[in-house]
């Protein structure tokens, strides 16, 4: 599957996890919405309805008894006005949706308000000149029908209260409960989406971590193809990548064979002027002055340099293309660095440079003593050419966390902060090297970090603009030191 259509399956399954929270919490919310509707709709109304009743039927009774006692016809009228008042409501009362109490609740009020409108009714027709009044049976049956109206219509509207307050303590669970599904879902949804998202990422930068790592191991020297478990974009990308590498790797070394063919075929010169500059500084050929001398020793001098920039970019180009070989063995640092340090000093008093080095006991190291003899011959022989006249170059030897260090510190030009970083790189040299003859080639320090890393060590460099610069490398101890070191 390809990048494009697993980030678009990641988007859809997350959109349809929010879509499913989302309808869910809708469902929940819809359903309290009608709780709360019915509520306020059936049961909210009939307790309205109900005290509105209890009131028409106390104005009916007010009425009737005022007739009663008084038979003005007025009052009559008020009662019949009364009386249909409350049929109405009763009507609208029985229409609404109840329970089988309340029907039977509202049956019986309807029975009994039926009667007390026929006792009045029937004492308007036996109505003589004194009035109204009922005997008093009659009056303590009407008397108890109206407390049982009144009765039932408390009753009423207290069991519609308890629905509307059981009413309320549903639509407060139920809110809760859409509350808590909803988080839940919201914090499911959210894990499934970050744990989908987090595979998804994985599947997408598990490869492209494979072809960062290949990229870094091209750019130490090494061209190993690559492989990824994947399909589309980028195991084509790691195709890709496997076909430059190699084609980098045939390049290199082709590179490193032509440099070859040029150091060889420079040599053959280099040697025949150096027999001519014997023959000549000899006088096998015939005197020669001292000014011819002197040239002599100029044209011998940048043969030497020749020779030497030679072999280094020789070696620089066979490491990049992998082709050099090490031969790591157990080595001694002293006993390879003692005739260099003496070299270096002979040619140190020319400038009347103090050169001093300063040794403690370290154990052997794995490394290649012709190799580590090139890196120190780089390091002391730059700290001489870039160190003014009477200034202090110190080679110390010490132990270090991996093995043993050696430190080149010199009281030269230095090197600032911002090209530091930049010295071990081929063919780069600081602004503030002089660039006359003396100036170096950009090639050495570029060696003397190829070959430290080669032999599984590392250089370090520290450096102050007219103060001077330290170069550390360390070397790793050898497996039997290691072992005794642990």
Not at 10 to 24: H, K, N, P, S, T
Not at 80 to 95: I, T
Request: with cysteine; proline share 3%.
């Amino acid at each position: 599957m390809t990048i494009y259509w697993k980030m678009m399956l990641g988007f859809l399954i997350i959109i349809v996890l929010m879509g499913a929270v989302d309808a869910y919490i809708l469902l929940e919310l819809n359903q309290v919405s009608e709780t709360t509707k019915s509520t306020l709709t059936r049961d909210v109304h009939s307790v309205d309805l109900s005290k509105q009743l209890r009131a028409t039927l106390f104005d009916e009774e007010r009425y009737a008894q005022k007739y009663l006692v008084s038979g003005d016809s007025t009052y009559f009228a008020l009662f019949l006005d009364q009386s249909r008042l409350f049929q109405q409501l009763m009507d609208s009362l029985a229409r609404q949706p109840a329970d089988s109490a309340m029907r039977r609740i509202v049956m019986e009020e309807e029975r009994r308000h039926d009667w007390h409108f026929s006792l009045i009714q029937d004492a308007r027709s036996a109505e003589g000149s004194r009035g109204a009044l009922l005997d008093a049976r009659t009056q303590q049956a009407r008397n108890d029908t109206l407390d049982l109206l009144y009765k039932n219509f408390d009753d009423l509207i207290h069991l519609k209260q308890q629905v509307v307050a059981a009413s309320v303590v549903d639509v407060e669970q139920a809110t809760e409960r859409s509350a808590n599904i909803a988080l839940l879902l919201t914090i499911g949804t959210l894990l499934a989406a970050t744990s989908l998202a987090f595979i998804l990422t994985r599947t997408i930068t598990r490869p492209l971590k494979v072809l960062m790592r290949g990229t870094q191991q091209v750019a130490r020297g090494s061209y190993e193809p690559i492989h990824v478990r994947t399909r589309g974009e980028v195991a084509q990308l790691a195709d890709a990548f496997n076909t430059m590498s190699d084609s980098l790797k045939q390049a290199n070394a082709i590179r490193a064979e032509m440099m070859q063919h040029i150091s060889h075929e420079l040599r053959m010169p280099l040697q025949t002027m150096h027999a001519a500059y014997y023959l000549l500084t000899e006088e096998k050929a015939g005197p020669v002055t001292e000014g011819q001398i002197r040239l002599l020793h100029s044209i011998r001098d940048n043969i030497d340099k020749i020779a030497r920039f030679s072999n280094q970019f020789l070696d620089l180009s066979k490491i990049e293309a992998g082709m050099m070989e090490y031969e790591l063995v157990a080595t001694d640092i002293p006993t390879v660095l003692a005739p260099i340090v003496d070299d270096a000093t002979v040619n140190a008093a020319r400038k009347e440079i103090r050169m001093s080095l300063e040794m403690q006991p370290v154990p052997q190291v794995r490394a290649n003593p012709e190799r580590c003899g090139q890196v120190f011959t780089n390091l002391l022989s730059n700290a001489v050419k870039y160190t003014p006249k009477g200034g202090t170059v110190c080679v110390e030897v010490a132990p270090s966390p991996i093995g043993v260090r050696v430190s080149v510190k010199d009281t030269g030009v230095g090197i600032s902060a911002e090209e530091l970083p930049f010295v071990f790189k081929k063919f780069y040299r600081a602004k503030n090297v002089p660039r006359g003859s003396g100036g170096g080639t950009g090639i050495g320090l570029a060696l003397v970090k190829a070959l430290v890393e080669g032999m599984g060590g590392c250089i370090t460099a520290t450096s102050t603009v007219g103060a001077g610069s330290v170069f550390s490398v360390e070397f790793p101890l050898t497996d039997s030191a290691a072992k005794g070191a642990s």
